[in-house]
């Protein structure tokens, strides 16, 4: 009978199973070099025993972060752009999927089954929108937030462009990429200060957005930073001198008298239309800017810490030095 031949079958196999020595667990590799890494992000401790392998990025910077260093096969989503990608970039970006045009819910975050969450702005760790980096440790992902968006700590400048860059680098296993990127980024900065002439810093208004209120650039972010190794002086780094970002008043534009007005150009409102809006405004007919048409323009992905900052001062400081209306 058939179970017959299966139970004898099985008898005879019996032995030769119990005689068969366990298996040996597969013994560990050594670590990665360069792990484990602790490192302190923001106020949050993390030790990392290896690279992440599934990663979303939120924010245009933290993205070009990534992809500069050459870590687009680690990640596994993307969100929220303000600009388009550089063109370096653009190859490496389509490859990875877009959970959502601006942030995704928690829910499609988790879908993507990430071990690791990179945020450019601290609005992508929103609490009230159930990102927040604290909910993340739970379900077992690690994260990292820009560092211009700490909560506590000092004006953001280029240095902080660089510790972002190496501590990225380290944390994903390529700290040599890391310190290319940074070296090349040093000699920009290096010819930049060398074309830049002696003449007292030219006043600089930053126009973000706004009708009733300027939004603006603040003394805290990596922005006033820029102005500044571009040979400008931000107008309203004091004012806002905790903020990367803040509103002003138009009459203060006006008392600040800035000689040159940098649009940011990302969004819905072209910078023409910006540039419409400033020259049409009686309030500011007086402003030396815009009675002698000097606008310099750069996007606004430009203006955060990211891989774009010190071309950016380059390109600012020749707008500045040119001097002609655009």
């Not at 302190?40 to 990025?57: D, K, L, M, Q, W």
């Amino acid at each position: 009978m058939p179970w017959r031949r299966a139970a004898l079958a099985a008898a005879l196999l019996f032995p030769l199973a119990a005689c068969t020595a366990p298996a040996k667990p597969e013994p560990k590799g050594a670590p990665a070099p360069g792990f484990p890494y602790t490192v302190t992000n923001c106020g949050v401790t993390t030790t990392y025993t290896a690279p992440p392998e599934r990663v979303v990025t939120m924010n245009q910077h933290a993205t070009e972060v990534m992809l500069e260093l050459g870590l687009a096969k680690s990640l596994v989503g993307t969100a929220y752009l303000d600009d388009t990608v550089l063109p370096k970039y653009a190859a490496a970006y389509r490859s990875v999927p877009v959970l959502a045009d601006a942030y995704p819910s928690y829910e499609k975050l988790l879908s993507a089954n990430p071990d690791h969450v990179y945020g450019g702005y601290a609005s992508a760790f929103a609490a009230n929108e159930g990102r927040a980096r604290e909910t993340l440790a739970k379900s077992g992902i690690t994260s990292r937030l820009n560092v211009e968006n700490c909560p506590k700590g000092a004006a953001t400048t280029m240095d902080d462009v660089y510790q972002e860059v190496r501590e990225v680098g380290r944390t994903f296993g390529v700290p040599d990429r890391a310190e290319t990127w940074i070296r090349s980024a040093e000699a920009t900065s290096a010819r930049t200060r060398a074309a830049r002439r002696s003449a007292a810093p030219l006043p600089v208004f930053v126009y973000d957005s706004g009708d009733k209120t300027a939004f603006t650039v603040g003394g805290k972010g990596v922005g006033n930073d820029i102005v500044t190794r571009a040979g400008g002086r931000n107008v309203f780094a004091d004012d806002l001198k905790d903020k990367s970002f803040g509103d002003a008043a138009w009459e203060n534009v006006v008392a600040r008298a800035p000689e040159t007005i940098l649009i940011l150009d990302y969004g819905g409102t072209s910078v023409d239309a910006k540039k419409k809006r400033l020259r049409d405004d009686p309030a500011l007919a007086s402003v030396p800017a815009i009675k002698n048409n000097r606008f310099a323009v750069l996007p606004l992905s430009d203006m955060v810490t990211g891989v774009r900052a010190p071309d950016a001062v380059a390109r600012l400081a020749a707008q500045l030095r040119a001097g002609e209306g655009q």
